[in-house]
């Protein structure tokens, strides 16, 4: 009877033996960079649970990795060794500082909080036990275990948007998202300063227009009261014409002779006729029927306070 084989020992280790876990440190990789690095040195703002903050730092090394693959600017933050508070409420640490060419964008990461009733303190306790004044918010806000970015653009309004883990959702699910809003916010802002320029440029242009329209009216204008005023001098001349061919008709005294060819050489120094003093300047370039629809430039009164 033969004896039964041996088993294979070398076989059975092979199958029974657990896989190996990859550390957080071979996981990041040896050229971390020095915000990721800070992350992981002074964890202050991720949960207190050590295998809870394994996933925000990975999540955080693979947003600094999409944006480098994205060709987007990265300025990095160092992080305190303790959380930094705003009224009261905590809303992370600044992580990185994104740009695609136009629009900074911030990311922070830290714990998501929730609002809770305030319970009241040992000393806040104790004041109330002696009828004394007690001043106590109504809300805490207090740690709820869950990792999260909040992005602020240039234009960031309450505390910016939030990606938080979920249950279904890793963080660093939301990397793409984050990319994305990094570009978005660039191409508005690139769009807006386009509009800007254009707006600025269609103000010059208009200023232009109107400062030339201005002055082909102004021309218009001294023109205009050049021949109004050459008219009257000319009605003027014309009567004391007139007068001056009645007091020869009606005086041939050598005093009156005298007075009346003074008066004739005074007058051909007056008539516009003889004379012939033209308004300076080029002959205005504004049509009469500009002028007719545009009327006479009226004064800028400024109201008085």
């Given at each position: 009877?033969?004896?039964?084989?041996?088993?294979?020992?070398?076989?059975?280790?092979?199958?029974?033996?657990?896989?190996?876990?990859?550390?957080?440190?071979?996981?990041?990789?040896?050229?971390?960079?020095?915000?990721?690095?800070?992350?992981?040195?002074?964890?202050?703002?991720?949960?207190?649970?050590?295998?809870?903050?394994?996933?925000?730092?990975l999540a955080a090394h693979e947003l600094v990795l999409?944006?480098?693959?994205?060709g987007l600017k990265i300025e990095g933050h160092t992080?305190?060794?303790?959380?930094?508070?705003?009224?009261?409420?905590?809303?992370?640490?600044?992580?990185?500082?994104?740009?695609?060419?136009?629009?900074?964008?911030?990311?922070?990461?830290?714990?998501?909080?929730?609002?809770?009733?305030?319970?009241?303190?040992?000393?806040?306790?104790?004041?109330?036990?002696?009828?004394?004044?007690?001043?106590?918010?109504?809300?805490?806000?207090?740690?709820?275990?869950?990792?999260?970015?909040?992005?602020?653009?240039?234009?960031?309004?309450?505390?910016?948007?939030?990606?938080?883990?979920?249950?279904?959702?890793?963080?660093?699910?939301?990397?793409?998202?984050?990319?994305?809003?990094?570009?978005?916010?660039?191409?508005?802002?690139?769009?807006?300063?386009?509009?800007?320029?254009?707006?600025?440029?269609?103000?010059?242009?208009?200023?232009?227009?109107?400062?030339?329209?201005?002055?082909?009216?102004?021309?218009?204008?001294?023109?205009?009261?050049?021949?109004?005023?050459?008219?009257?001098?000319?009605?003027?001349?014309?009567?004391?014409?007139?007068?001056?061919?009645?007091?020869?008709?009606?005086?041939?005294?050598?005093?009156?002779?005298?007075?009346?060819?003074?008066?004739?050489?005074?007058?051909?120094?007056?008539?516009?006729?003889?004379?012939?003093?033209?308004?300076?300047?080029?002959?205005?370039?504004?049509?009469?029927?500009?002028?007719?629809?545009?009327?006479?430039?009226?004064?800028?009164?400024?109201?008085?306070?």
């Amino acid at each position: 009877m033969e004896p039964p084989p041996k088993p294979d020992v070398a076989a059975a280790e092979t199958t029974t033996a657990e896989p190996e876990l990859v550390s957080l440190e071979d996981r990041l990789g040896p050229r971390l960079h020095p915000a990721v690095r800070s992350l992981w040195r002074h964890p202050a703002a991720l949960p207190e649970d050590p295998a809870v903050r394994e996933r925000p730092i990975l999540a955080a090394h693979e947003l600094v990795l999409a944006a480098k693959e994205a060709g987007l600017k990265i300025e990095g933050h160092t992080q305190p060794r303790k959380r930094s508070h705003a009224y009261g409420i905590y809303l992370g640490e600044l992580l990185v500082t994104l740009d695609a060419g136009y629009s900074p964008v911030r990311v922070k990461i830290g714990e998501a909080m929730k609002r809770v009733p305030h319970e009241l303190t040992p000393e806040e306790q104790a004041k109330k036990r002696r009828n004394e004044y007690v001043w106590a918010p109504t809300y805490d806000h207090v740690g709820t275990g869950v990792s999260c970015f909040r992005v602020y653009t240039d234009k960031p309004k309450g505390g910016g948007t939030r990606y938080a883990e979920t249950k279904s959702r890793t963080l660093a699910s939301f990397v793409p998202v984050i990319i994305q809003a990094v570009q978005r916010a660039s191409e508005a802002k690139r769009e807006r300063e386009e509009q800007q320029r254009r707006w600025q440029e269609q103000r010059r242009l208009e200023e232009i227009a109107r400062r030339e329209l201005a002055e082909r009216r102004s021309r218009y204008e001294k023109w205009e009261a050049s021949l109004t005023s050459q008219v009257d001098a000319w009605k003027r001349s014309e009567e004391v014409r007139a007068y001056l061919d009645a007091l020869e008709q009606q005086h041939g005294e050598p005093e009156a002779a005298a007075f009346i060819a003074w008066a004739r050489e005074h007058l051909a120094t007056l008539d516009p006729a003889l004379t012939m003093a033209l308004p300076s300047g080029e002959v205005p370039e504004l049509s009469h029927a500009e002028r007719r629809r545009l009327g006479r430039p009226q004064e800028q009164r400024w109201p008085r306070w």
